[in-house]
């Protein structure tokens, strides 16, 4: 019985990627390969999938040039003998070479509807990759079917998943909405590129464009801290990015380009959104705080005592406060303005390093090929001025204790215990404040 490597492992050998998984395709019955592989555990319930010493195996769609032509994309539709030998679709390995993601047929995202969603999750992975025109006009044919409302909400929030973790996220959902594929799974962003991200003076583009860039400069910066304890999770960084901002869609017309209160309003949206995805849990909650409390934190050296020790102490109980600071920077970063990046912290040179990023125009081609933003060099320096800031603050708060007298008074001994810890930071402030440190 032949078996082949098949799909995305041998794209990346031929691309000379690390291989993250392998899948085998075999000649022949599934009954035949039980019986020369006994040790086969079926693992697929609507499909013949069997686990074999942690690969999946599955049997091949008719002949191998009939499965290859089933298959998603072109660059995909390949399949690797155990001696070496490649065989693959008729425009598999010119695309790879062009780096080009095209449908393997014509009936391709028609036959498997979730491919839509795949289709952008690529693109996110490998945004050296063009996105075919074909593939936009098969994702807006699905679209229009309403096929994508049927999709399993376990389907798409595993493509969203592998989205959020790839080094380019927001072209997720750049080709997504250039597929017409945003409804109805991210309805709260329908409209995105329409609605202005704020005032000129501190934005460029729509609230779509400064959501992808915010999270394509998350990535980059969790990316960065990968190297340091305790790891973040990109993923959850990238979603947080993806929710902040959700409230300014709603805004009311008259009000535009401002967005007051757009912070409260995005907290039910980004529930909608993390529920309707089946995201995890964790998700949903560090969506929900991503919206209410990123500007809050942006402004943190402008905040109260008493509201600096509710602020940490809540992302810090939730184990956010990492992933919510790295959000805060990419916010900061990632407005496309000619003049500043931050309206707590209005630097034009960081404004000029994201110009220059292929991928924070704003206003450049989804399909197109482009690449993470660099971080600006003013953007480490702040990153690390509100590390050494808010982590001092938290220790010094934490550090305190009700006197014996004050415990056990329920609600009396939370107000006295927050208020010394108010009192802590009022402190700590006044021995920064002479050394020029009162402001990050």
């Not at 990238?238 to 409260?264: F, I, N, Q, R």
């Not at 990023?357 to 702040?382: E, F, H, K, N, V």
């Not at 415990?407 to 927050?418: D, I, P, Q, V």
Request: one cysteine or more; glycine letters at 8%.
């Amino acid at each position: 019985m032949k078996t082949y490597l098949v799909g995305g492992a041998v794209r990346d050998l031929l691309l000379g990627r690390h291989v993250r998984e392998h899948d085998v395709a075999f000649e022949g019955d599934a009954a035949c390969f039980v019986r020369q592989n006994p040790r086969a555990r079926k693992v697929g319930r609507d499909v013949d999938v069997y686990l074999v010493d942690g690969v999946e195996h599955m049997p091949l769609r008719g002949t191998l040039d009939e499965d290859l032509a089933a298959r998603d994309f072109t660059v995909n539709a390949l399949a690797m003998t155990e001696a070496g030998l490649v065989h693959a679709h008729p425009q598999a390995l010119q695309d790879l070479a062009h780096r080009v993601l095209r449908p393997a047929s014509p009936t391709a995202l028609a036959d498997s509807p979730v491919r839509a969603f795949r289709a952008a999750r690529f693109a996110a992975q490998f945004p050296d990759f063009s996105v075919h025109p074909e593939t936009q006009d098969q994702m807006r044919a699905v679209a229009a079917s309403g096929a994508l409302d049927a999709l399993p909400a376990e389907q798409v929030c595993r493509e969203t998943l592998k989205a959020l973790a790839a080094p380019c996220p927001g072209r997720y959902l750049k080709v997504l909405h250039a597929g017409d594929c945003l409804p109805p799974w991210f309805s709260e962003l329908a409209g995105a590129d329409a609605v202005p991200a704020g005032p000129a003076r501190y934005h460029a583009g729509s609230v779509l464009d400064h959501v992808a860039r915010v999270m394509d400069m998350a990535a980059v910066l969790a990316a960065h801290e990968a190297d340091g304890a305790p790891p973040l999770r990109p993923e959850l960084v990238t979603w947080m990015a993806l929710c902040h901002d959700l409230g300014k869609v709603t805004t009311a017309a008259d009000v535009l380009p401002h967005h007051y209160g757009h912070e409260e309003r995005g907290v039910a949206l980004a529930h909608a959104l993390g529920a309707r995805l089946s995201m995890p849990n964790r998700f949903i909650e560090a969506g929900e705080m991503a919206a209410r409390l990123h500007m809050r934190l942006a402004r943190h050296g402008e905040l109260r005592p008493g509201t600096r020790v509710d602020l940490l102490l809540e992302l810090h109980l939730r184990g956010l406060l990492p992933a919510m600071r790295l959000l805060v920077l990419a916010d900061g970063t990632g407005k496309g303005m000619d003049t500043g990046p931050d309206c707590a912290l209005r630097r034009a040179e960081d404004a000029a390093d994201v110009a220059a990023s292929p991928s924070a125009s704003g206003t450049g081609d989804a399909l197109a090929p482009y690449g993470p933003p660099r971080i600006p060099d003013a953007c480490l320096s702040r990153l690390e001025a509100l590390r050494r800031r808010t982590e001092a603050e938290l220790a010094t708060l934490l550090a305190v204790k009700l006197p014996p007298e004050l415990r056990n008074k329920g609600a009396a001994s939370g107000a006295h215990l927050r208020e010394l810890r108010s009192m802590a930071l009022a402190r700590l402030d006044g021995r920064a404040a002479p050394h020029g440190s009162q402001r990050d």
